[in-house]
């Protein structure tokens, strides 16, 4: 399988390119503005993938690597949901034209199959647990936007072009490698502050955190076992993708201080129910559909921000 990963160099697509290695060639299109060949260097020097520094936005240089692939996974996008906030414009070039660039660059090469890193984002603010089809909430930030305004291309692409899908609405993502999120921020401010940590809302949001091997073991799981039929709805798979538990972020903030060189550093709490305008203070994402698929989370979301935490305070703190 010669599988192209957009965003490789990125936190989850680094963790997809150490499964999708074994299973073929591999090609990596980044910009790196947020991604480090550091995370794939080992793939990159034994030669099982290759790297091209590349935009989403340049839509030639985009298309000619897109060609002669079989299976298209686009991961590249603005990876904080907030930077909408300052750039307004960002999310719907990052996201949406991003996306709709690498449809057309598969459309006009040949290349039939993408999967799509959607997120939880799509249900909008609702506490509800949500399964696939509860989208009686749009999205409340440009970023979800966006990846609304992604999944309803796909569907247009998977309709009117015969290509076939699988998108993924992922929970929090935390891992070995994060470039982003609460853990890595906490571990940051602490590295800078020392004798205390700033936490943005009353900490008491929480969400479902994913760890990203289960991320990548997810998304490979669906694409092995729900093959295309021959009619688009067949050809089109949509796929929530997080554990059923969740973590507030008060937990996440005591792990970190606690994982920190700085246990005694007092945690400060801003106050009110969201970090910033647009984030989602409780989020619930049912993943029975997949779990009827025959995949299960190998950790439980508290597992994953535990692991999570050890893993980034390694890198913050590399001495300790
Ligand atoms: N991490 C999470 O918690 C989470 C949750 C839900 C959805 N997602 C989605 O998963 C995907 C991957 O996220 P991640 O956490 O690995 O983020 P990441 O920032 O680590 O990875 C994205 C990669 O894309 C690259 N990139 C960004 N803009 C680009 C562009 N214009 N052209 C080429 N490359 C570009 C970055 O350099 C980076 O390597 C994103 O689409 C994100 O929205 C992530």
Redesign the pocket.
């Known amino acids: 399988m010669r599988s192209l990963i957009?965003?490789g160099?990125?936190?989850?697509?680094s963790h997809l390119a150490d499964q999708l290695v074994l299973r073929g060639p591999v090609t990596l299109?980044?910009?790196?503005?947020?991604?480090k060949p550091a995370f794939v260097a080992g793939h990159l020097e034994a030669g099982r993938a290759t790297l091209v520094e590349?935009?989403?936005?340049d839509y030639d240089k985009l298309r000619a690597t897109v060609a002669g692939h079989d299976v298209v996974f686009h991961?590249?996008?603005?990876?904080e949901a907030r930077w909408g906030l300052e750039r307004t414009r960002l999310d719907l070039e990052?996201g949406t034209i991003?996306t709709y660039n690498v449809l057309e660059a598969m459309r006009t090469t040949g290349v039939s199959q993408i999967v799509f890193?959607?997120?939880?984002t799509m249900y909008g603010d609702t506490a509800e647990p949500c399964a696939e089809m509860d989208l009686g909430h749009l999205p409340i930030s440009l970023y979800g936007a966006s990846k609304w305004a992604g999944e309803a291309l796909i569907s247009a692409f998977v309709e009117c072009f015969g290509l076939s899908a699988w998108i993924y609405r992922?929970g929090?993502?935390v891992g070995p490698r994060g470039?982003?999120?609460a853990a890595l921020d906490f571990l940051k401010k602490l590295r800078e502050h020392k004798t205390h940590l700033d936490v943005l809302g009353d900490g008491r949001q929480a969400k479902p955190y994913l760890h990203v091997t289960d991320c990548a073991a997810g998304i490979l799981h669906g694409f092995d076992t729900q093959r295309p039929g021959a009619t688009a709805a067949e050809r089109l798979r949509v796929f929530n993708l997080a554990p059923p538990d969740f973590t507030s972020v008060k937990k996440i903030a005591e792990l970190c201080v606690a994982a920190s060189p700085y246990p005694q550093a007092e945690i400060r709490y801003g106050g009110g129910d969201r970090g910033w305008p647009g984030d989602v203070p409780q989020s619930r994402i049912k993943p029975d559909k997949l779990a009827a698929a025959g995949f299960r989370v190998r950790y439980s979301s508290d597992e994953a921000v535990g692991m999570a935490v050890d893993a980034l305070a390694g890198e913050v703190f590399p001495a300790t």
């Not at 160099?9 to 697509?13: D, H, P, R």
């Not at 299109?29 to 991604?35: I, Q």
């Not at 991961?75 to 990876?79: F, H, I, K, S």
């Open positions: 957009i965003g160099a990125g936190f989850i697509g299109y980044d910009n790196l503005s947020v991604g590349g935009d989403t936005l991961l590249a996008a603005n990876p990052q991003a890193s959607s997120s939880g992922f929090n993502v470039t982003h999120g």
